[in-house]
């Protein structure tokens, strides 16, 4: 198994990433369509962007490989050289090809993943600047994002942090006030920052937020996560998520081996999310995104966290059924998402009602090597 994993990711998936480093514009570009043409012009996002300066910190730490370095730096120079922000200290959401900033709004999930990016990049190189500026963005969301009242992180500001109405991460709900979309990627990139620094304030609030989710975002009777919340932590959907309870069980697991805590409730949370995710939402070849959309959509990035998830629920387990799973899973991913053509990668989604690839793009603002990279690296860790 492990073999064949870094086989896929050496040969099929990285190759296809690396083409999109712009040498001319800055960063990596924008969007690659479904036929793998690279449309030059195509705006680029912070998250995006951070996602590539992760991808290739974390290969660099994998692998030791020059090439990753050199990727690696070339994505952290445009990240600091055009999202950062240095009037707001934030990074913005949204610039052209060139650069240049579209959209100013500072979101908390965009500084998530601009911490994370900056962080992996300094466990591979040690620069300091990159280490300051993601505990100064660190300081920048506890101070100003976190409400101390309503014990929560607010998701969005304008370039001088002053609150806006939640756009970006609601998915066009009316009223919501906080995402666990957003907490769960605050988790990723706090343990991240922690590993890398060992600050004892990232810590604490990495403690905070594993409270939150146990106490206010866990339905506790269905065992899963309500995902869109108002002031008072009422859910505003009933609509299951289940990637984002597969990829918060093992995200928990991580921090808590990272961080070398012994809860037992957290522990349960853990394996109990992914227990229910995958009972109520496995569909017989893989996991499926959304209650109401069972077997209908194959989405790559679900299953990227499924692979994870599920793999992680049976080593804690050691129930083989789930291990089954992982192999069908891991089957049904090459017969519906991997593009056959040698310069693809994977596709978004197969629509398994009529068959049809979806592609809001082989590569785009949100599809970048992020999820698949990371389930893998994460699978030869654990294999």
């Given amino acids: 198994m492990k073999e064949i994993l870094e086989q896929h990711l050496k040969t099929k998936i990285i190759p296809f990433w690396v083409k999109l480093a712009d040498y001319e514009q800055g960063g990596f570009f924008g969007h690659v369509t479904a036929n793998h043409v690279i449309e030059k012009n195509a705006d680029k996002g912070l998250v995006q962007q951070s996602r590539f300066l992760w991808t290739f910190s974390a290969l660099g730490n994998c692998y030791h490989d020059q090439k990753y370095l050199e990727l690696a730096s070339h994505a952290y120079l445009f990240l600091k050289k055009c999202f ?71 998701e969005e500001f304008d370039n001088k942090w002053n609150m806006l109405n939640s756009a970006l991460l609601s998915d066009g709900i009316e009223g919501v006030v906080f995402t666990t979309n957003t907490l769960i990627h605050l988790l990723e990139a706090y343990t991240n920052l922690y590993l890398a620094t ?50 918060l069980s093992w995200l928990l697991d991580e921090t808590m081996e990272i961080l070398n805590l012994d809860n037992v409730d957290w522990h349960g949370l853990s394996s109990n999310l992914a227990k229910a995710a995958v009972a ?22 679900v299953s990227s966290e499924a692979m994870v ?49 979806i592609n809001r793009g082989m590569g785009e603002l949100w599809k970048t090597p992020y999820h698949n ?4 690296l994460r699978l030869l860790e654990r294999t």
């Fill in 84 to 154: 950062y922000d240095h009037q707001s200290r934030g990074f913005m959401w949204l610039s052209d090809s060139n650069g240049k900033i579209l959209d100013t709004r500072l979101a908390t999930y965009g500084q998530a993943f601009a911490i994370y990016g900056l962080s992996e990049y300094y466990i591979l190189t040690g620069e300091p600047e990159a280490a300051r500026l993601a505990l100064e963005t660190f300081a920048k969301i506890e101070e100003i994002a976190f409400d101390k009242k309503l014990f929560g992180y607010h």
């Fill in 198 to 247: 060992k600050n004892e304030l990232v810590k604490e609030a990495i403690l905070k937020i594993i409270q939150i989710i146990n106490d206010r975002l866990y339905d506790k009777d269905h065992r899963s996560l309500k995902m869109y919340l108002n002031d008072k932590y009422e859910s505003l959907s009933t609509v299951r998520h289940y990637g984002h309870e597969i990829e």
């Fill in 280 to 301: 109520d939402g496995w569909n017989g070849r893989y996991l499926c995104s959304l209650s109401g959309d069972v077997g209908q959509s194959h989405i790559w990035w």
């Fill in 309 to 357: 998830g599920i793999y992680n629920l049976y080593k804690k387990s050691n129930d083989s059924r789930y291990l089954d799973y992982w192999h069908r899973l891991f089957q049904s991913i090459a017969e519906d998402l991997v593009d056959p053509d040698p310069e693809g990668e994977w596709f978004w989604s197969k629509e398994i009602a009529n068959g049809s690839k």
């Fill in 373 to 376: 990279v990371r389930a893998i």
